[in-house]
């Protein structure tokens, strides 16, 4: 929800309807989009840890893939006052998480989902730009730039500790007391001091950052139906691949936070094409003319390997989603 | 006896990159893996048709994600434990139908693709039985020293001391209690006509691609066994992935040799020995051994005894260790 | 004998059908009883008188696993064996099913260990009958011979391109010589044909990719589409038994009923017992006792059509199982001949007997005694026995 003049409101400080909408219900729903390697999973389970200390019931689980550090993947939470019995993913979430702002052009965030679904997006855009621009439409929606608040806290690209605090801002799921002292807990064990009061603050930040809007109602999302699958007649006996090499229609450039820079002093010596794992450098005639930024993930193997003289490739910071999304 | 190439002119890179990439990007290994890599530098040097038999792992479960995959040529996966069986019966295939004339009559060549999980431990007895009938078969083991696909669990080529999931660190223990199994010496001894160890490295970038080429000229079962550094498992950043391969080679950690024929050839010899705390600072997995004096002591003696027995088999002299540690800017620890 | 009959044991039979089927690829490893199927045929690799490549491996587990190669490189593979040696493959018989490979596997049935026991029943096949194979259960020898030289049909039939086992009885066929007659080799070669796979590992101008990883998203859509091939072997197994029958003067179908027409009782089996249970039925009837016998050819796919229509009709009906299912009430047979019966609109009274475990042969006594229980049970005199063991020492 946003002021008169078009601008966030911090959430807490709103008291929104949303707010009483979310926790009335007898049963939440979560659905998380993360990316794995960030921490969402173990966000997750957070939540559902501090429901279950306020003696709640709670589910957390992730989907699996074969994906590595870096791809998509979703989490799920279920919080209720009664047992709960259901063990199926969520496909009609009350909230929706999208954790990395890279998801917002790959990800289906929006499948499933109710006119009072909340969502809560980890974006640097102030939240009414970002409801705009995703068209969000009736959805109360919640902006907070985690990934800042987690490099400038944590110092690393781990920023659902900012997102636990925002989720508690925009939905009062959990209390933010216990969400303190369950994080505490959690990395307690592990982490040193310094990490857990790092991590707190994180928490504490998204909490007090998150920003709600509302976007005009009549700009409902468009239709995000998935594109039919095929059926099992028309797969091929035994699943058999025919397209050999189809999987560079597979776009891993979203996995990126760093990009690589080509500079003129590359003298072409491919050592940097020779060592890519994702077989992201482009030649042109033996001349390195670039990177293939689709699927590019951003590991700066080909900086490192660039030889000492030349220094030819240094990797610099992704933009904002908006830069990314182009 | 075949013919041993390692006098030939290595193929100039330039030359590969006229081919077109038959592993394509797009597939879901971590940013950083060093097995896709290795698998675009396999498959480059090859002058032959290439088809690949794959064990269960992260390179299988990351490259054929259906509907989609990243190989460019033949590949069939079975399970964990079975790919050289497999390979041994797709190549029997190749040498009936071929004898029969219902495949063209050319080259091709299998090239197995498998973990250390698949290689070391499960697939242990798989591997022994091909080497021993003399599949001709290239048998690639990505060793990543541990299960990395199942989460960073210990393996039987993971090293003393390394913290993996089942082998935590605590308060009774530090990390993986006991040496590695020597893969390649248990292969040397099967008496396969090309073996060899090496590990994709920018100041020897030839080296894997031309093993890989020699070793496709071998008469029966070759075998190389390639480091493959783990950005999860291992804990250093992606971007590090060939710098810290680096410190392997530099330390004697992970020498880069031969056996061709049962005849040992050395191929990289370093001026001054690094130090393995240079090795093992490097990487989060090791962290916990950076104040055991004692244990890391214990390691760099174990590691000089092996360097110093494999000098002896390839004929070398040996090298004086450094005094000083050299300044490491290659790779740093992270959590 | 002229040269068209031999005296043949089950394993030399199925050696010999393997010899004039001659597949590109035989990968084995030898266990009891099923061990001289191999040796046989290594013998006849040794003679030139095949030219099939032999990948003699370390374990079943690799077998199977160069099977799978072998099928998936584009030639037809076949092995053979028994008992633990099944268990061994059993993950990769599951694979050799979901990537659709027609291997041909020759299994003389062996009880499975503990207790160690090399004698004849059929826990082990029955421990597989989920992987996706087709199962045959043969009666006797000359059967054997003619179903392996059908398998390979049935198997590459590019509406099934399944695998297909060949079932018979670890000693009581596999180490007893029958009276076999033979088929012409080039008759052999005619009818099997050469396997020429539309999509194959070496054909490297397509590259395919074979055994990817599925998800979620497909995964249940690759087990529907492995049914539906199994749901089409339903229709080529008898078709190729028709085409085979035609050709050479023996038909086999899914079942052999024996003396049904007009049954009142009957007994169910698989495998060589069913010879037993014929003679034991041609006794009853010189009583005027009014018995039949079903015996399942086709296990995977089960030709529940046929059972419905066979036994529905009758009045009692005994099961024999030579395989147990600890936990159930009887066997798998009982099992799922009870599950396909429930539907019909008529039932007979149905008993189930676990049999002939670890090579005690059911007895003609035994079954004798079984019909004369149905009789009693079917004349209303008595209640049809409870499921239990044949002959069980307490």
Not at chain 3, 150 to 166: F, S, T
Request: net charge negative.
């Amino acid at each position: 929800m946003c002021n008169e003049r078009g601008e966030s409101e911090p959430a807490a400080a709103l008291g929104l309807p949303t707010l009483t909408a979310v926790t009335a219900k007898h049963l939440i729903e979560i659905r998380w989009h993360a990316r794995a390697g960030q921490g969402a999973v173990t966000a997750a389970k957070i939540v559902a840890q501090t429901a279950m200390r306020e003696g709640k019931y709670a589910q957390a689980f992730p989907e699996y893939g074969p994906e590595r550090s870096g791809a998509p993947l979703k989490a799920y939470n279920r919080i209720s006052e009664e047992p709960i019995r259901t063990h199926a993913q969520v496909r009609i979430p009350d909230i929706v998480i999208v954790s990395d702002p890279t998801l917002l052009r790959s990800e289906d965030i929006f499948a499933g989902v109710k006119a009072d679904t909340v969502f809560l997006i980890n974006s640097p855009r102030p939240a009414y730009k970002l409801a705009l621009d995703i068209r969000s439409g009736p959805h109360p929606l919640y902006a907070v730039d985690a990934t800042k608040i987690a490099f400038a806290e944590i110092g690393r690209h781990f920023p659902n500790m900012a997102m636990l605090g925002a989720l508690v801002a925009a939905t009062a799921i959990v209390g933010i007391d216990q969400l303190l002292l369950q994080v505490a807990e959690n990395l307690g064990d592990k982490a040193s001091f310094d990490a857990v009061q790092a991590n707190l603050r994180a928490v504490r930040r998204g909490f007090h950052e998150a920003a709600s809007a509302v976007a005009n109602p009549a700009d409902a999302p468009a239709s995000h139906e998935a594109p039919a699958q095929p059926g099992w007649r028309e797969m091929l006996p035994g699943s058999a691949i025919a397209d050999a090499g189809n999987a560079s229609d597979y776009v891993t450039g979203g996995w990126r936070t760093l990009r690589p820079r080509l500079n003129e002093r590359c003298n072409d010596c491919l050592l940097c094409w020779f060592f890519c794992p994702d077989s992201a450098v482009v030649l042109n005639e033996g001349k390195v003319t670039g990177f293939d930024l689709n699927h590019c993930k951003g590991c700066g193997i080909c900086a490192q390997v660039c030889p000492p003289r030349l220094k030819a490739i240094d990797m610099v910071p992704e933009g904002g989603d908006e830069e990314r999304s182009s | 006896m075949f013919q041993h190439k390692t006098a030939t002119a290595p193929v100039s890179l330039k030359k590969l990159a006229e081919q077109p990439d038959l592993l394509t990007g797009g597939h879901r290994l971590c940013a950083g893996c060093a097995e896709s890599a290795i698998v675009r530098q396999v498959l480059m040097a090859s002058t032959y048709p290439v088809v690949a038999i794959m064990a269960t792992g992260c390179l299988e479960v990351a490259t054929t994600v259906y509907p989609a995959t990243a190989w460019r040529v033949p590949m069939l996966h079975n399970a964990f434990e079975n790919a050289a069986a497999t390979a041994s019966g797709a190549e029997a295939a190749y040498r009936a139908l071929r004898a029969k004339g219902r495949i063209p009559d050319r080259e091709l060549r299998f090239v197995v693709f498998a973990g250390d999980g698949g290689t070391y431990d499960i697939g242990f007895q798989s591997l022994s039985g091909a080497l021993e009938r003399g599949t001709r078969f290239l048998y690639i083991c990505f060793n990543n020293e541990g299960y990395m696909n199942t989460g960073i669990q210990r393996s039987s080529a993971t090293p003393l001391g390394a913290d993996t999931s089942t082998t935590p660190v605590g308060e009774a223990v530090l990390g993986k209690p006991g040496w590695r199994k020597d893969l390649t010496g248990i292969v040397v001894a099967h008496n396969a006509p090309y073996v060899a160890q090496t590990a994709p490295t920018a100041f020897r970038p030839h080296d894997l691609k031309n093993k890989v080429a020699r070793a496709l000229e071998a008469p029966g079962p070759a075998f190389i066994n390639v480091l493959s550094a783990c950005t999860r498992g291992w804990r250093y950043e992606p971007a590090d992935t060939i710098a810290i391969t680096q410190l392997a080679i530099d330390t004697c950690y992970w020498p880069l040799f031969e056996v061709i024929d049962g005849k040992w050839h050395l191929n990289y010899k370093p001026k001054q020995k690094r130090p393995i705390m240079d090795w093992l600072s490097a990487q989060g997995r090791f962290r916990h051994l950076l104040k055991q004096g004692r244990l890391v002591a214990e390691i760099q003696a174990r590691i000089d005894s092996e360097w110093d027995t494999l000098l002896e088999r390839c004929g070398e002299a040996p090298v004086a260790a450094a005094s000083v540690p050299p300044p490491r800017k290659a790779a740093g620890a992270s959590d | 004998m002229s040269n068209r009959f031999a005296a043949l044991t089950g394993n030399q039979a199925a050696a010999l059908a393997m010899r004039q089927i001659e597949p590109d690829v035989c990968a084995a490893y030898p266990i009891t009883p099923s061990t001289q199927v191999m040796e046989t045929y290594s013998q006849y690799v040794a003679d030139g008188a095949v030219r099939t490549e032999l990948v003699l491996v370390e374990s079943e587990h690799s077998a199977m696993s160069a099977c799978v190669g072998a099928a998936c490189a584009g030639a037809r593979a076949m092995t053979a064996t028994s008992s633990q040696g099944l268990a061994l493959m059993h993950e990769v018989l599951y694979i050799a099913a979901g990537l659709r490979l027609p291997i041909v596997m020759a299994v003389a049935n062996r009880a499975l260990s503990a207790p160690l026991n090399i004698h004849g029943d059929q826990s082990d096949t029955m421990g597989s009958r989920d992987a996706g194979w087709i199962q045959l259960y043969v009666r006797d020898v000359q059967e054997l011979y003619d179903t392996l030289i059908q398998a390979p049909r049935i198997a590459e039939h590019c509406e099934v391109m399944l695998p297909v086992m060949v079932c018979f009885d670890g000693f009581t066929l596999s180490h007893a010589i029958e009276r076999v007659e033979l088929l012409e080799d080039g008759a052999v070669r005619d009818f099997v044909g050469v396997y020429r796979p539309e999509r194959y590992l070496l054909d490297v101008e397509h590259p395919h990719t074979f055994g990817p990883a599925l998800l979620p998203d497909y995964y249940t859509e690759a087990k529907r589409q492995q049914r539906e091939a199994m749901s089409r072997a339903l229709e080529i197994i008898p078709h190729v038994a028709l085409e085979f029958g035609a050709r050479f003067g023996r038909a086999w179908g899914m079942v052999e009923a024996y003396r049904l027409e007009d049954a009142e009782i009957a007994a169910v089996v698989l495998g060589s017992t069913a010879g037993t249970l014929m003679e034991v039925v041609d006794r009853m009837r010189e009583r005027g006792v009014r018995a039949g016998m079903l015996r399942l050819r086709a296990f995977r796919p089960f030709p529940a059509e046929e059972v419905v229509r066979l036994l529905a009709p009758l009045k009692a009906v005994a099961i024999f199982d030579r395989a147990d299912s600890p936990g159930t009430p009887s066997g798998p047979l009982y099992e799922e001949i009870r599950s396909v019966l429930y539907d019909a609109p008529a039932r007979p009274r149905i008993s189930g007997m676990v049999y002939g475990l670890g090579g005690r042969e059911m007895l003609v006594e035994e079954a004798s005694a079984t019909y004369e229980a149905l009789e009693r049970a079917a004349a209303g005199t008595a209640e049809i026995p409870p499921p239990g063991y044949l002959s069980a020492r307490g």
